[in-house]
Each structure stands twice: as C-alpha cells, then as structure tokens.
C-alpha cells in the first residue's frame, strides 16, 4: 500500500500486537477495536501472529445512529459501525456465551399460549431426527407410534411433570416450552443493541473516543471470568477498566497522555472510591524537569501532568491554550 499514514499505523501496531500475543495466557482473548477503513488490513496482521485458525469473529459493533452526509458532499451510505477482530490465543479461551432480549415481535409471534398460571409458552417437536440411523428409539406414546428424542422412561417422567401435552386426541405429542425459562438470543456478530453515546447519554464524559461501558462488559463477561486480568493497552478515558472494576476483574491499563490518566484517575475514584496506582509518571522533581524539557511537540504533556496534581483538568476536557503558551485548567 505504499508508504503513507496507514502502513505507519500498521507498523506501529504490529510490534504491539506481537506483545500483546506473548504476553495472552493460552485462555485468553484479544478484541481490537478498529473503523472499516483499516480493519482488513489489520486482520492480515492479527492472522499471521495469532494463526488463521485463532480467528473467532469479526464484530460488526453500531456504534452511532443512522445519518446521512450527502448534504456536505458525501458520494457514500452512512457510516455507522466499527469493527471489533476477536482472536483467541488458544482452543483453551474463555468463552461464556451472552444473550440479548427476544425481539417483541417474535414474543409475539411464536409464545402464543397461556397456561393456567399466566406463563407463556409455545410447543416444539420431539420426533427423533434421523430415525434409527441417529440412535433415537421408536416406541408408542399416547397412542402415536414414532421415533422420539427422549427414551420411554424420560418421556413418561416429563408427561407427569406436564411438559408433554397433546393438543388433541390422536396428535402428535408435544413438548411444553415455557418463555422464561429461555435465555434469550446468542450474541450474534452484529451488535446493535448497545446503547450509542450522544450528548444526551448519562455516561458521557466529553472524551472523543469514549466508548458505552455495555460493550467492554459484553466482551469482558463473553472471554472472562471473575479475578481474572484485563489488560487495555489504549485505554483513552478507561471505560474498559470501569467495566472490569465493575465485574470483579483484576485490570490493568496503558495510555500515554496525562489526560487520559487524569480522565481515567478521577472515573475509578467518583465511580468505585478506587485510587488507581499510576507507574511511569514523575515521582520527584527531577523527573518533572525531564518530562518539562522534552522536545516542544511533547512540552505541553508537562502541562497536563502538572493539572493532575491539584486534580484538575484542560478546560473543556481538552487541551486549551492560552496566550501565555500555557494549557488552561479548572479544579472543581
């Protein structure tokens, strides 16, 4: 693809990703989080590290409401979603499988009956598929001769429990599925279920990258359980390590501005009444002075370091300049 701003991207993430990969226990998962624009790229990359064959899914995530941008020019459908590349490190990964809500329609349509205690249920085959050939037995059963699922005693126990009912006399038997007794819906690999964040969402926190909380929980509670350790090695605004504080998981997270550490600091302690160790910032005064004399494209990092200090942040929640070169900030 030439030398341009994506081949550096892919060069900058590939020796990550090499990290990330020797680090991962044999049952642990990778989610990459990328726009269409680069994620195919990206899943050459992640295959040769990873092995093709420790590929799970790519992850349509809707990540924005439906929009248009034809009134500005645009020759293109609306861009909505992002992808998430979920690769596992072994057969050996956590995987729990999540489910999300019944469609009402499908409610609707399919859970039609009502048994005498409310209960809404529908009812399913129980004939044997395949007969003989798959080892299912044959027998009569509430004077209908077929081949069934159940043996005779399993289908005599569940008839006495009321599971198998027969619509009328000389029908098929059938057996009783009751609607809260179902999970729900499998998570599929298109989410768009997620509530997006838009300046009317009660978690906004003003972070440009801020992604909702349900989706780091869904892919924590799918590739992990409880105590086990997270690691967001592009944390932004922390929302990934929010949501393994929130589900009993260990975490650890990696960012290189002190905006986003002040962001992530100030979430852990309003939301748990955490205070989050931070390594690799200045401790003393002449690891101030060295990150105050870095080269002028980072000296403004000193700046937002020294607001962390009396818990403060850039106004706005971004970086503010004021004429004095400085970057502006407010304590609350």
């Avoid at 809404?120 to 699922?149: C, H, M, S």
């Avoid at 929980?217 to 504080?245: H, Y």
């Avoid at 998981?249 to 205070?275: C, P, Q």
Wanted: hydrophobic share 35%.
């Amino acid at each position: 693809i030439g030398s341009n701003q994506m081949m550096a991207y892919l060069v900058e993430m590939a020796v990550r990703l090499v990290e990330l990969y020797r680090v991962l226990k044999p049952t642990g998962s990778l989610y990459l989080h990328c726009d269409p624009t680069a994620s195919h790229y990206l899943k050459l990359t992640l295959d040769s590290i990873f092995g093709p064959t420790n590929f799970r899914n790519e992850i349509i995530w809707k990540r924005s409401s439906a929009h248009s941008d034809a009134g500005q020019g645009a020759r293109h459908h609306g861009r909505v979603h992002d992808t998430l590349l979920f690769y596992s490190k072994s057969d050996e990964s956590t995987f729990n499988q999540q489910f999300t809500a019944y469609d009402e329609k499908y409610i609707r349509e399919n859970y039609k009956r009502v048994d005498e205690d409310g209960r809404l249920y529908r009812i399913d085959n129980i004939q044997g598929p395949g007969g003989a050939a798959k080892g299912n037995p044959r027998y009569e059963f509430l004077g209908v001769t077929r081949y069934w699922r159940y043996s005779r005693e399993r289908m005599q126990e569940l008839y006495e429990q009321g599971r198998i009912i027969q619509t009328r006399p000389g029908a098929v038997p059938q057996y009783k599925r009751y609607f809260d007794e179902m999970p729900g819906v499998p998570t599929q690999s298109i989410w768009t279920d997620i509530p997006v964040i838009n300046n009317r969402s009660k978690e906004m926190l003003g972070y440009p990258t801020q992604k909702p909380i349900a989706l780091l929980e869904r892919i924590l509670q799918t590739s992990s359980n409880e105590g086990d350790v997270v690691l967001d090695p592009f944390c932004g605004c922390g929302t990934a390590l929010a949501a393994a504080q929130k589900l009993g998981r260990r975490w650890i997270g990696i960012d290189i501005t002190y905006l986003s550490i002040a962001v992530m600091k100030a979430r852990l302690k309003d939301h748990f009444d955490v205070e989050a160790p931070i390594i690799g910032q200045p401790t003393e005064v002449q690891g101030a002075k060295m990150l105050a004399q870095q080269s002028p494209g980072d000296r403004f990092e000193f700046q937002r370091w020294a607001l962390t200090l009396i818990d403060a942040f850039p106004l706005g929640g971004t970086v503010t300049r004021g004429t004095d070169r400085g970057i502006d900030g407010r304590s609350t």
